[in-house]
């Protein structure tokens, strides 16, 4: 079967009416700078792109060199083309306005650059992750308030996976896609249409060193599946943990499974470790699309209404029935305080 780019899906997807002209070619825009920041991401040592920028993120992280690099090709790409009204990313404190100087859009783009990047020096895979909301009618310079909308009200979500291949997830609402970068031809072509990922799994993924401080509800959820077969759940699991979340959620798309980063102690002041606006949320999108169910333990994710654009928030996603079992665990626990 002759195979399809993105390019032509996305006319499909447009014909069908899942998708206006302005945000297809915004998709477009973006997919384009994600193949460049898969040939900086590749170049490795010799790029002279690895380690420390010498730099901070609004997040006091510090900055690889590839996060500012990533963060630049995203930026410069949509610049020009008149899809957005502005940026907003992992990287920046404020959002980035659209300059002066080019047509503005109706669209916001929301952005984690280069998620993972602590992999980068040990050669992991990583990613970066988008979503892109509506701007406000009206609204021609958005401030932060104006991207804190529900991911009940993404327009499209999607990342990039920088690993043996460059795998593009997409959802505009209408089901989850995948496609694969040929490198030869420079176009990425679709190679999964509908994903669904399967309602049980064997298979979960969360870092076991913050076990000690974990939640009671979280510390018998996973117990159970540690126990195994001579448990409550009467089989065997599987773990799982790359440290990069555009790697673990695409093993999930792939294969199913299910993703935690919950609450603990050590970071319940300040609400969780992963981002909603440009990390839970836009994955949660992509998960939902694919069958799946993203919450923060306690309710549905896309529905949280958002506070701040850099807030963060507990992450349970993945195979249905595993995310309603460890919810289901946290919510009869707040019932019984
Ligand atoms: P930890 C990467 O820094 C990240 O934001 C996600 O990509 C990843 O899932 C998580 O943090 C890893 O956190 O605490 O295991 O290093």
Redesign the pocket.
């Known amino acids: 079967m002759k195979p399809i780019s993105l390019i032509q899906f996305l006319i499909e997807e447009r014909r069908a009416g899942h998708v206006n002209a302005e945000l297809s070619l915004l998709i477009e825009v973006v997919a384009r700078a994600c193949k460049r920041i898969a040939v900086a991401t590749n170049k490795g040592a010799i790029g002279g792109v690895l380690g420390e920028a010498g730099t901070g993120n609004i997040q006091g992280e510090a900055q690889k060199k590839l996060d500012v690099i990533s963060n630049e090709i995203l930026l410069e790409a949509n610049a020009w083309g008149g899809q957005l009204a502005a940026c907003a990313s992992e990287e920046m404190e404020d959002p980035q306005p659209i300059p002066d100087m080019y047509p503005k859009g109706n669209h916001l783009l929301l952005f984690d650059p280069l998620?993972?990047?602590?992999n980068i020096d040990v050669n992991i895979s990583v990613g970066t992750i988008f979503s892109v909301l509506r701007c406000p009618d009206g609204v021609t310079n958005p401030k932060a308030e104006h991207f804190l909308q529900a991911g009940t009200t993404q327009l499209a979500a999607g990342y990039v996976v920088y690993g043996p291949a460059t795998v593009l997830v997409l959802t505009f609402g209408h089901g989850t896609h995948e496609f694969t970068l040929d490198r030869e031809v420079g176009s990425f072509i679709l190679s999964r249409r509908d994903i669904r990922i399967p309602e049980e799994t064997g298979e979960f993924a969360i870092?076991m060193s913050?076990q000690r401080h974990w939640e009671a509800p979280m510390q018998r959820y996973i117990g159970e599946l540690l126990a195994g077969k001579d448990g409550p759940r009467g089989r065997d699991f599987n773990m799982r943990?790359v440290?990069?979340?555009?790697a673990?959620v695409h093993r999930i798309i792939t294969r199913g499974g299910v993703f935690f980063?919950p609450l603990d102690a050590k970071i319940k002041s300040k609400g969780g470790?992963?981002r909603l606006m440009y990390?839970a949320n836009p994955m949660a999108f992509i998960i939902e699309q694919a069958g799946g169910a993203a919450t923060t333990g306690r309710g549905r994710l896309l529905e949280l209404q958002p506070t701040g654009l850099h807030q963060r928030v507990p992450v349970f996603l993945g195979s249905k029935k595993e995310v309603e079992v460890a919810t289901h665990y946290h919510v009869e626990a707040d019932r019984a305080q």
């Open positions: 998620d993972g990047s602590s870092n913050n943990w440290a990069s979340m555009v673990d980063y470790k992963l990390e």
